[in-house]
């Protein structure tokens, strides 16, 4: 059976562009039809300044918010990475088959890098090997899949190169996983800068959708999106980044194909109006469930404890057989 790895970081609310991006793939699709294993990648908010009491609260907020969206632990393995030592005894030997060139030429070290040091602030080391230990979170679980956003496909290009060197070097070992992106909103935008991806840790409230803002944020934030100069609704990438942000949005949001979509609307303002509540509709059963896992914590830690169990089984054997393989 198909082995599907993919995780999210808790460094801040989940987004939208997490949801379409991702999580909605997950309980829809790969949970049905492959052996899945979805992950809190708790280790990784530590890359970055973080406060230790946000960082445990958004990973059981995250780990929630992933059985609201439908993950069902009886179909796949839901867990926190730090719980799993697996990860961290895998990364340490695929950093001595990375390459520090290879690290640094990561586009998002590059630009969180940047951030980092705009912000007065020292770059963590962590946040230049974050990528080694992404690789190691895949290639623990002999993914063959890993469903994730657009803009985390150079790093499991990275796990790919990292497999087939350990591999050649050391003897077979590792899978070599494969990424799948949704085929629209692969890459939701900021609705208040349509050219930079929504992203969860930048904290510019309002061109981001929270999967948890009640329904009158939602429109509030959806029609006070940035459109493009001009008034006919075009689907073109370069020219109409926020008219094509919101197509997209929706055409995700409803099944539908953002280039036919743009064909229907003559104004900005119905397409906002739809887009928008298309998105309070998509939304409205992913809070509904979340309110209910509220109410029962105990149960979301168990759903956490036993996903744990079964992770550390299934990683253990592999990241065994590295430790032989590399001469330990
Ligand atoms: P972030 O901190 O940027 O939200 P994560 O690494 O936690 O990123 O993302 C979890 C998943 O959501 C990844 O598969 C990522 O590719 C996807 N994702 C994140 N932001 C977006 C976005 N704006 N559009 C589409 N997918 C996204």
Redesign the pocket.
């Known amino acids: 059976m198909t082995r599907v790895f993919?995780?999210?970081?808790p460094?801040?609310h989940?987004?939208l562009?997490?949801y379409?991006?991702?999580?909605r793939r997950w309980t829809e699709v790969d949970q049905h039809r492959s052996d899945a294993v979805f992950c809190i990648?708790d280790l990784?908010a530590l890359t970055v300044d973080h406060d230790p009491a946000r960082v445990r609260r958004l990973s059981r907020q995250g780990a929630t918010l992933l059985l609201a969206s439908g993950l069902d632990p009886e179909l796949c393995t839901v867990f926190l990475q730090s719980h799993v030592d697996e990860h961290t005894r895998l990364s340490y030997l695929l950093e001595c088959v990375a390459t520090d060139g290879e690290m640094r030429r990561m586009i998002q070290y590059k630009e969180k890098a940047v951030r980092e040091r705009e912000r007065g602030g020292s770059v963590r080391l962590s946040l230049l090997t974050y990528p080694v230990l992404m690789a190691a979170d895949i290639l623990a679980y002999g993914a063959d899949e890993v469903?994730?956003?657009?803009?985390?496909a150079q790093h499991v290009e990275l796990a790919r190169d990292l497999a087939v060197r350990f591999n050649q070097r050391y003897g077979h070992t590792f899978v070599v996983p494969k990424v799948t992106s949704p085929r629209v909103?692969?890459?939701?935008?900021n609705l208040q800068d349509p050219t930079s991806?929504?992203?969860?840790?930048d904290d510019s409230g309002p061109g981001i959708v929270y999967l948890l803002d009640e329904p009158d944020v939602v429109r509030k934030k959806v029609m006070r999106a940035v459109t493009d100069s001009g008034q006919d609704v075009v689907y073109d990438r370069e020219q109409r980044p926020g008219v094509t942000n919101l197509l997209d949005v929706l055409a995700a949001c409803t099944d539908g194909n953002p280039e036919s979509l743009a064909g229907v609307y003559r104004s900005y303002g119905a397409l906002k109006k739809d887009t928008a509540e298309a998105v309070v509709e998509v939304l409205r059963p992913v809070q509904e469930r979340h309110r209910e896992l509220c109410a029962d914590p105990a149960y979301v830690e168990g759903v956490l404890r036993d996903g744990a169990e079964k992770a550390r089984a299934m990683a253990r054997p592999t990241v065994d057989t590295a430790y032989r393989a590399i001469g330990l």
Do not use: C, E, Y
């Open positions: 993919s995780g999210v970081k460094t801040g989940l987004t562009g997490n379409l991006g991702a999580m990648v990784h469903p994730v956003g657009d803009d985390q909103a692969a890459r939701v935008m991806k929504m992203g969860k840790s």
